[in-house]
């Protein structure tokens, strides 16, 4: 059984940086596109970043400038580089397979369970 497990989050203050692991074990992560999500308190699930297998990229606008996704296929690993932090960030991010890809309304398939990411001075 295939599983993702998300780390790195933690408190930090705003302008400062968090790098998010998404390891994967029991399948090929690079076999997939593999999307973050993250939930606010009282907020729906929003998608954050999305990277195909190709890879491209892709970047939610309220996050483009400041966050990197990357994939490193060796260590079957997604990350997500979060610089520039605002409180508004703070939130549980999630990482997902999305074998739909990354174009239109992406859809999580296989999750993580999270890492919470709390940015506050």
């Known amino acids: 059984q295939g599983q993702l497990v998300e780390s790195g989050g933690g408190l930090v203050q705003p302008g400062g940086s968090l790098r998010l692991s998404c390891a994967a074990s029991g399948f090929t992560l690079g076999d997939y596109p593999i999307a973050w999500f993250r939930q606010a308190p009282g907020k729906e699930r929003e998608g954050v970043s999305c990277?195909?297998?190709?890879?491209?990229?892709y970047y939610a606008d309220s996050v483009k400038g400041r966050f990197t996704v990357s994939r490193d296929n060796a260590k079957n690993t997604v990350y997500l580089q979060m610089n520039n932090l605002k409180p508004e960030d703070t939130a549980v991010y999630y990482c997902?397979?999305?074998?739909?890809?990354?174009?239109?309304?992406?859809?999580?398939?296989?999750w993580g369970r999270g890492t919470q990411v709390t940015v506050s001075s």
């Open positions: 997902a397979t999305a074998p739909e890809g990354c174009h239109g309304t992406v859809v999580g398939v296989s």
């Open positions: 990277i195909s297998n190709s890879p491209g990229t």
